[in-house]
């Protein structure tokens, strides 16, 4: 790990806080592909889940451990033992493996919630840190809700885990209470009650509830955190998490007047955007900083006119520094395999053997129905068809009757994940519904509609579209997204895909749900 004073390590919790938000259910191959693209981007600590949670975090945390080089991997785990051990055993194989424990040190959560004395908690804390310890030297402890606790009893408690072992002490804001100035004093105090702290690497976890996550994380980074936690869009609980993309631009774009730096590649950041809200289905608001849509976009005549005349009268970034306007034309129906392949690479994308043919096979598809085929549409495309190792539910056709004045009527021929070809009829409501219906018809699952979105993944009349779904089928949710020149086949190919998930959960039968009374 760099420990060099003007280096800010990035700690990304996209796969764990963030992915705690509400209606985001990533399946394992999901998250894999997540914590790639983070690895690419060079964040230099994943947090791959939290493994005592389900059977599927757990496996989601093993398979990132096992499969993603480069930067640490962590699984989180509440105090006992337990937590410690599942979380232990899901990083085991990481390259550099770490846990993060937790317990809350504010009084509300420990009266209220753990129901229990500061005593017990000192001692599962200090516990905690040794046991964690017994399995990897690489451990992080967190007083939650840090924020709103009596720093003394705080400090006290970060002095044990640090006796104990802990490398990082990480001050989380849990429910997003603090202000700046307020935030930089209580570290700086810290440092006062605890100067063991300066023996470890001191981080900072913040929420978004007053809209402060990124000017609190700073705020910490000045008072000498030298670890941020944050989130691909700034997902996570409740409000989100500090919103990684932002707080690394604010270190890069005013790095001379900071002085700090992080490892990160700023010109992967549009993609993993992309990347994490097709997979989540949260949407980038279009002014959201560094990412939306409009971040770049210059509307009004005077500012259109100062860009046009120097960049840096309106601009203080460049749009390719974070990746964005990279969406020159690549490829059209001409395009062979090869041309495919090197166009794949050059997103970072490796595409070999069955996957290549498969990939070769849609693009040809997508290439005869529309003229160009650009970056993103690739970078679609390939989120679209080439995550699933598994077979699933296909679709083999679909016909639809609709119009104003009928009752509209879809039926699906779909290939179910044993090879077998089944049809459905449904009458519904409109085009989607009846073709959803017909799906559920066929498949045998009767699965309901939490979410849908339909987007166009360029623009353009001709432009790809691109549905994401949730479905809910009793206590399981699952989501799916589906890219093609038509709509309606890409709302089936995303319903198929969130119906393949839930169909293969089933299958796992997993064992009852931890109890995570005291949920992070
Ligand atoms: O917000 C929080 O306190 C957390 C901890 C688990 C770090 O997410
Ligand atoms: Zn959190």
């Known amino acids: 790990m760099d420990t060099e004073s003007d280096r800010v390590l990035i700690f990304d919790t996209t796969l764990r806080d963030g992915e705690q938000s509400p209606g985001i259910s990533l399946n394992a191959s999901e998250k894999l592909e997540i914590a790639q693209q983070l690895a690419r981007l060079g964040v230099d600590v994943i947090e791959a889940g939290f493994p005592i949670a389900s059977p599927g975090d757990f496996e989601a945390v093993q398979g990132i451990s096992r499969q993603v080089q480069g930067p640490v991997i962590a699984g989180l785990a509440r105090t006992q033992f337990a937590d410690i051990d599942a979380a232990a055993q899901a990083v085991r194989d990481a390259e ?133 936690e944050c989130a691909i869009n700034g997902i996570g609980e409740r409000a989100g998490n500090a919103s990684l993309e932002e707080i690394v631009m604010l270190l890069h774009t005013r790095a001379a007047d900071i002085g700090l730096r992080t490892a990160i590649n700023t010109r992967e950041i549009a993609r993993t955007s ?45 749009a390719t520094s974070v990746g964005l306007a990279a969406n020159s034309l690549v490829l059209g129906k001409h395009s062979g395999r090869h041309a495919l392949r090197q166009a794949l690479e050059n997103l970072g994308i490796e595409v070999q053997g069955q996957a290549l043919n498969t990939a070769f096979k849609r693009f040809k598809e997508i290439a005869d129905r529309k003229k160009t085929v650009s970056a993103m549409d690739l970078e679609a495309l390939v989120t679209d068809e080439l995550r699933e190792d598994i077979a699933g539910f296909t679709l083999e056709g679909y016909e639809l009757e609709a119009g104003t004045d009928r009752e509209p009527r879809a039926a699906v021929t779909l290939r179910t994940p044993a090879g077998e070809i089944v049809r459905g009829e449904f009458h519904g409501d409109g085009s989607v519904d009846s073709v959803f219906g017909a799906i559920n018809s066929a498949s045998g699952i009767q699965a309901t509609l939490r979410e849908f979105r339909i987007d166009a993944v360029t623009e353009g009349q001709d432009a790809l579209g691109e549905v994401s779904v949730v479905l809910v089928l009793g206590s399981r949710s699952a989501s799916g997204q589906g ?33 995570l009374a005291p949920a992070p």
């Not at 004093?185 to 509830?209: F, G, I, K, Q, T």
């Not at 046009?308 to 203080?316: A, D, M, P, V, W």
Request: overall charge negative.
């Open 96 to 228: 550099r493996p770490r846990i993060h424990t937790f317990i809350s040190t504010s009084d509300i959560h420990i009266v209220h919630q753990l129901q229990t004395t500061r005593e017990d908690v000192l001692g599962q804390a200090r516990a905690a840190v040794a046991h964690a310890r017994e399995f990897v030297e690489d451990v992080e402890f967190s007083p939650m809700d840090a924020t709103r606790s009596e720093i003394e009893f705080t400090a006290e408690v970060v002095s044990a885990a640090i006796e104990e072992g802990a490398t990082t002490i990480n001050i989380p804001d849990t429910v997003g209470y603090a202000m700046p100035h307020e935030y930089a004093a209580w570290l700086e105090r810290l440092y006062e009650l605890v100067p063991a702290l300066h023996n470890v690497v001191l981080s900072v976890h913040c929420h978004d509830d007053l809209g402060l996550a990124v000017a609190n994380s700073f705020a910490g980074v000045r008072a000498g955190a030298r670890q941020v």
């Open 274 to 318: 992309r990347l994490v809200s097709r997979l989540t289905g949260y949407v980038v608001q279009p002014n959201k900083a560094i990412v939306g849509r409009n971040a770049f976009a210059h509307e009004s005549g005077i500012h259109q006119d100062g860009v046009l005349k120097e960049r840096t009268t309106y601009e203080i970034m460049e």
């Open 483 to 515: 890219v093609a020149t038509d709509v309606i086949e890409a709302a089936a190919r995303a319903y198929l895909r969130a119906l393949t998930t839930l169909a293969r959960s089933e299958d796992a039968a997993a064992p009852a749900d931890v109890d």
